[in-house]
């Protein structure tokens, strides 16, 4: 049986709920520590930027790679995490 697209997306949205997980910005679906893939750029998005949708000055098809739970994590604790996944924090 074949997964329709809003299943597929349901799959993708859990998944990037996990640390270390890959997904594209528009894909996230829990507050944390996020790296842009293309730039490097940490992402901190709160519980209400993701309830209501908001992204903050990233285009939606770059990719994040979740690396805390804590969208309250400090920068060198970030990147300590990041260098875990061969992730360079650059801003």
Do not use: W
């Not at 709920?17 to 893939?37: E, N």
Request: glycine fraction near 6%.
């Amino acid at each position: 049986m074949a997964t329709t697209p809003a299943e597929t997306r349901q799959v993708q949205r859990s998944r990037s709920a996990r640390i270390g997980c890959t997904c594209f910005l528009d894909q996230i679906a829990s507050p944390g520590c996020y790296v842009v893939r293309e730039t490097g750029r940490l992402l901190r998005v709160t519980a209400e930027q993701v309830r209501d949708y908001h992204r903050p000055g990233v285009p939606s098809d770059f990719r994040v790679t979740k690396i805390s739970s804590d969208p309250g994590l400090s920068r060198i604790q970030a990147r300590q995490v990041a260098a875990r996944f061969d992730l360079d924090v650059t801003s």
